[in-house]
């Protein structure tokens, strides 16, 4: 099963769809899409759905997308404002942010890439 809450481009779609019908993928939760913008938030029940990914996402019956709505609950907000107001104050006093990402924290960790994603 693969869940992404996080961003869009963190999930190639195209290789989504492939995976899901190759049954590598059993299941996908997706609360963000790579191309979303004017796509949610709109009322769109009238129209022909104009990106054929999306298109072909939704026509899976293990594929849910939730158009960003995995952020809106109490508690989820109260932890936005809470780590928003932490990280201001941290940042104020001239002190380390416990959740900073550095370039070089991230190159020196991150695997290097193949030309095809499944080797």
Known sequence: MLINTGRGALVDSRALIDAVKRGH???AGLDVYE???G??????????LQDDV???????????????QAFLTREALANIAHATLSNVST???GEQLSNEVR???????????TADPYS
């Not at 796509?39 to 022909?48: A, E, K, P």
Request: without cysteine; aromatic residues 8%; hydrophobic residues 45%.
């Open 54 to 68: 999306l298109a072909r996402l939704l026509t899976f019956p293990n594929v849910l997308i939730t158009s960003h």
């Open 103 to 113: 370039a070089e924290q991230v190159l020196a960790t991150a695997p290097e890439r």
């Open 25 to 27: 993928v059993g299941a």
């Open 91 to 93: 940042f104020e006093r």
């Open 39 to 48: 796509v949610f938030f709109r009322n769109l029940s009238d129209q022909v």
């Open 35 to 37: 191309e979303e913008e």
